[in-house]
Every structure is written in C-alpha cells, then in structure tokens.
C-alpha cells in the first residue's frame, strides 16, 4: 500500500483530497490539527507517533524531524536503499501534502509580537518538503491546493503521477521555501537593524502575466510584494477597462508617486513616466482643470491620478478626451456611469487612507542589481535659503512649492516651470540643463512671465539663469551646491530674479 503524508496549516480542499487518496489505496499519515480534520471527516489516519514511535515535543517544535519520516521520503526506489529501509523497519512514503506555517500572515498583523513571529517560523514542514522535492523521481510532492485536482487525476488515470508533473511539482516546492525562507531573512534582518546585508533575499509573487512588455516583441509578467504598501499600484483594485499592460503598470506608478505628495486636490497627468501636467485647486474637477491646460497635447492618451475620489462633473470632462486609466481614491457612482461608458478605459482604485509603506528601490542592471531607498525627501525637509537680494512673494512661495514638489518625479536633467496652480512647462531628460530649461520656457510661452522655476539639480553655470530671465520668470529654486553658485546669484540678482536653494538635489534616473 502507498502511503500519504498530509499535515497543512491551509485547509482548503484537503479532507476532499485526502479523501481521493484513501479512495485510490493510500494510506494516510498525518500530525496534530490536520489528523484531528481528517478523522472528522470520517477517514482514517495514522498518527505521526505511531510512524515515529516518539511523541510530539516541546510544544510541537519537534515531530516529524525523524529518520522514520525522511528515511522514508529520501530513499531510492532501488534495492541498496529497500534493504536499509527494511533493516531499520521504515516504510516508504509516496506523496506529501504539506503547507507551512503562516509567518507572512503572522507579521502582516500591526500588533505581532517578535515572539509570535518566531513561533510561526516552520522547520519540519520545509523540511519535509525538501526531501520529497529532491527525490520528486520517485515521491510526489504538493504544496498548493490548486494541485490537487490535477494530482488526482492522473492517479485516477494512469495509477500514477508523471515524471514530468512530478518535476514541475518540485520545481514549486523549492520556490515556495525559497520565498518563505527569503520572507523570515528578510523579516530578521530588519529585526537586527542591518541595512546592507551580505546577501539580499527578495520574494514576489505572479499576480498576472502580462500580454508584452514595454514592446510587442518582449515578453513580461507582474510580480508583487505580497508584504509591500498597500497604498500602490500592485495593490489597486481595477474597477473596469482592458487588462493593464507593462508600460500601464509603470507609467501608473509613476502617477500615484507623484500624486502622493500633494495634500491639497491635486490631478497629475503623465506620459512616459513623466508628468505633463500637474494642476492644484479646491475640487477634483478644477485640479484636473488646470493639469489638462498645463499641456492639452501631450496628455492625450496619458494617465491621469486623483488624490481625491472623482465625481460627476470631472467624470465628463475625463471622458471629453482619449486617457488610458484613471487612479483615485475613489469613484462616485455616477461617475462611473460616465467613465464606464468607455469600455477600454481602466479605473483604479487605490486606498489612500493608507499609509506608504517605505520600501526598498531595486533597480536591475545586467549580471546585478542596484538597492536605494526611496527618495521621500521633501520640500520640508530642506534647508531652505535665499542667497538673492530679493525674498519670494508669498504667490512666488506656493509658486516654487509646487515647482519643487514636481520636479523629483522628472527625469534629468528636470526643469519644471510652474505657477501657484499648475504647472506650465516641463524640460525632461536632456543631456544638459539649459537644454531641458529651453524645453520647458518655450512649452510655458507666454506662461513664463512671473511664473517659478524649479530645477533638480544645481546649475553649472548662469545660463540657465539668463534663459529664464529672458523667458519672464521672476523665481527659481534649486539646490545649489555648485562652485559656480556665486555667477547664477549675481545674474539672478541683476534681473531681479529671487532664488532659493533647497541644498538637496532630485536625480531621476
């Protein structure tokens, strides 16, 4: 008779699975909790004990860790190994259905305690799994539920489980502790304070393939963090439209960062994880307003974020132009009504009564991987001076405020010129700064005139400053720092122009 090993902290389906076995003529081994559901449901089991000849100890920590248990999971179907089995009395075993403990469960809760986390780290469960997956030859090894059906399935038909499934099964296994082992690492190295460990263990989990990736040509998948801030783009809830696409799901994120550093209604329009129009006011319906005129081309087809739920009357005025998704706290329902009209368009929801949740950035290049923090440094948080003779107005203050909260989400070299209300121009990813400023004063025309300029970076020399003079600006800010600093002053100083530094610079690579 073949034996089953189950022993599962997610119940689902196994009574039914387990059930299925017995049916098919396996005997079923199995420990505590998971013993206890079989034996209500009417099969019989036999007790971990009575395989082992030892009881469970120290509060559970030790019951399956026997040789009686991995002697019969590791042995070769081969004569050598049959008559050491026979010698020490061990029986095989042919399938185990073994799922851990729930520490990812466990230490998503606000209120764990380090001593409860460390409880629900499994030792016998990976254990056990890893000697089934690295004799998968001849043991069959499931760890997800969805498995099981399939599992049953060939028994039923063939009188066994594939080499092929049976591989395929432990390739599973193996990822699964891997991620769970890469979950505990991670949670202990956060609990031990270290920030550059000498290995990083990252673990994300298929949330949807994808149809390609930034090109046709490119295939490309969704993975999240399954512990990650809720208050994203990995965890929003798609109330309508197509299925996102890779260049969807980055150019969103882009918006949601962006719009996150704005207390007041703000819509934030982009393209290419750029902005193209970011607009403030008292209503959705006017901040979406002014970041539609802030560039009413280039946000055709571009992605517009809300940090307030929409209504009616900004639902008609999204609707008046092509955009491929919508992000807000929420939608009213007749809101929905207006958008839901356009059958391609997607809508998310995101919670943001969420706090972020800070997080690593891991940037790949080819043959490593770059980790940084997040760039959360805000306006605040600056030491703000003004070298120039001339302070800000308080018009020219908001003015530069809204310049400086925009410009860290530009790629550089990053000018932003920007009014109180909205943007007017964006200078992005140039190869030179007076390049990117010459972009963004000639979006902003006549715009320009007594409006701010933000710059993410110090400028090399006062070109930029006399670019923007010329163009009507009346304020810049910047985080200085250069050797030059002294000549951008003198030339602010000589049209008037106020100039504050920030003594921080906004890179965005």
């Known amino acids: 008779m073949k034996r089953a090993l189950i022993s599962v902290s997610d119940k689902t389906g196994v009574t039914e699975f387990a059930n299925e076995l017995a049916a098919l003529g396996f005997e079923l081994v199995s420990t505590g909790g998971t013993k206890k559901a079989l034996e209500d449901a009417g099969l019989k089991v036999i007790g971990i004990e009575e395989v082992t000849g030892f009881p469970e100890m120290l509060e559970g920590r030790v019951k399956t860790l026997h040789p009686f248990v991995h002697g019969g999971l590791l042995a070769k179907r081969i004569p050598e190994h049959q008559a050491q089995l026979d010698e020490q009395g061990i029986s095989l075993i042919d399938l185990v259905c073994v799922n851990l403990y729930p520490f990812q469960q466990t230490i998503a809760k606000p209120e764990v305690t380090v001593d409860e986390a460390i409880e629900n780290i499994d030792i016998g469960g990976p254990s056990m799994l890893r000697s089934a997956a690295k004799n998968h030859e001849y043991v069959t090894v499931v760890v997800d539920s969805s498995d099981y059906a399939g599992i049953l399935k060939e028994l039923r038909e063939q009188g066994g489980v594939s080499k092929e ?37 990252v673990s994300y989990q298929l949330k949807q393939p994808l ?62 994880m750029n902005p193209c129009g970011i607009g403030v006011g008292a209503t959705a319906e006017e901040a979406f307003q002014r970041a539609y005129e802030a560039d009413s081309k280039s946000i055709f087809g571009g992605i517009v974020a809300f940090n307030m739920p929409v209504d009616k009357g900004t639902a ?82 908001k003015a530069l405020k809204l310049g400086w909260k925009v410009v860290k989400h530009v790629k550089s070299n990053a000018i932003v010129v ?34 701010a300029l933000a710059s993410d970076a110090f400028f090399p020399m006062d070109d930029t400053v006399e670019a923007a003079a010329k163009a009507g600006i009346t304020a810049i800010i910047q985080p200085g720092g250069s050797i030059r600093d002294e000549d951008s002053i003198k030339k602010a100083d000589e049209y008037g122009i106020t100039m504050v530094f920030t003594g921080v610079r906004h890179f965005k690579h």
Do not use: C
């Not at 356009?342 to 800070?358: A, I």
């Not at 390049?435 to 979006?443: C, D, H, V």
């Open 165 to 201: 499934t049976n591989r395929k099964l432990a390739a599973k296994v193996f990822r699964h502790t891997a991620a769970y082992d890469a979950m505990i690492a991670d949670y202990m190295t956060t609990l031990s304070g270290e920030e550059q460990p000498e290995q990083i263990t």
């Open 211 to 272: 149809r390609y990736g930034e090109n046709p040509h490119q295939k490309a998948a969704f993975y999240v963090n399954s512990l990650g801030s809720k208050f994203s783009i990995a965890h929003a809830k798609q109330l309508h439209g197509k299925e996102l696409s890779f260049n969807n799901i980055r150019d969103a994120d882009a918006a949601l960062q962006m719009v996150k550093d704005f207390a007041e209604p703000a819509a934030v329009a982009v393209k290419h």
């Open 316 to 397: 008609l005025k999204l609707h008046e132009i092509f955009l491929e998704i919508v992000i807000a706290p929420d939608f009213t329902e007749e809101a929905l009504e207006v958008l839901t009209a356009k059958k391609n368009l997607r809508l998310l929801t995101v919670p943001f009564n969420e706090k972020t949740k800070r997080e690593s950035i891991y940037t790949s290049v080819e043959g490593g991987l770059l980790v940084q923090e997040q760039d959360t440094y805000s306006y605040e948080d600056a030491d703000i001076t003004v070298p120039t003779k001339r302070q800000p107005t308080e018009q020219e203050w």
């Open 418 to 451: 920007a009014n109180d209300k909205m943007t007017v121009g964006i200078g992005a990813g140039q190869m030179n700064r007076v390049g990117s400023a010459e972009i963004a004063l000639t979006q902003a025309g006549s715009q320009a005139k007594g409006a």
